[in-house]
């Protein structure tokens, strides 16, 4: 979505249009979660800033003042959100992300009895694989230090180009592509280790 259409799509919202939010909705969803998972670490809390930061988009369109940097301004809105979240929920948060015995027991038995139990014949040959995909991807992504995570999830889950990126983080392109391609090694390097 370009600076005109989210302008325009904020002065549909401001005049309780809900479909131009539906539509920003649409274009920035994967975007705002890709903030919201990489500042919380915690799925169900992204989710929840997620969601909430589209009630707030809607609320406040009224106030928006188009400066030709819309997405760097979504993106800090949602930051401060996660933020705000963070200093309100912290402590139940860090307790939410501890495994409990449960699940360190539940993990030790996965170690040593392999992870074929997880699944059932009547899950399909491909959900096993794209499961154990999914699993080895996330564990390679805790390799990565927060920038390399950032320029990976706005360049691969949000689809933005290097320059784009570049200006969202305020950083020069030669540093974004750094960083992309230092995130992409260690990933090839992982997975192939693996």
Same mark, same amino acid.
């Given at each position: ?6 302008? /325009? ?9 809900? +479909? ?7 274009? &920035? !969803?994967? !975007? ?5 998972? *990489?500042?919380?670490? *915690? ?11 589209? #009630? ?10 188009? *400066? ?6 979504? #993106? ?13 929920? /912290? ?9 409990? +015995? ?41 390799? !990565?230090?927060?920038?390399?995570? %950032?320029? #990976?999830? !706005?360049?691969?889950?949000? /689809? ?13 392109? /030669?540093?974004?592509?750094?960083? &992309? *391609? %230092? ?12």
């Amino acid at each position: 979505m370009d600076e005109q259409a989210f302008s /325009g799509c904020m002065q549909r919202m401001a005049a309780g249009d809900r +479909d131009a939010l539906r539509e920003v909705y649409e274009a &920035y !969803l994967k !975007l705002i979660f890709s903030v919201c998972i *990489n500042q919380l670490k *915690n799925k169900e809390a992204a989710e929840d800033v997620a969601s909430e930061f589209f #009630i707030r988009l809607f609320q406040s369109a009224g106030s928006f003042r188009d *400066n030709g940097h819309h997405k760097a301004w979504i #993106i800090t809105i949602a930051k401060n959100m996660c933020i705000d979240y963070m200093r309100k929920n /912290g402590r139940e948060m860090a307790v939410l992300d501890e495994p409990d +015995d449960e699940d360190r027991t539940r993990e030790v038995s996965m170690e040593s009895a392999g992870a074929a139990p997880m699944f059932h014949s009547s899950d399909g040959p491909g959900m096993a694989e794209e499961t154990l995909n999914r699993l080895t991807l996330e564990k390679a992504m805790e390799l !990565l230090s927060p920038k390399e995570k %950032e320029v #990976i999830d !706005l360049k691969l889950t949000a /689809g933005f180009t290097f320059k784009e990126i570049s200006e969202l983080l305020g950083m020069p392109q /030669g540093t974004v592509s750094w960083h &992309y *391609n %230092e995130a992409i090694k260690k990933l090839r390097r992982y997975l192939q280790d693996g």
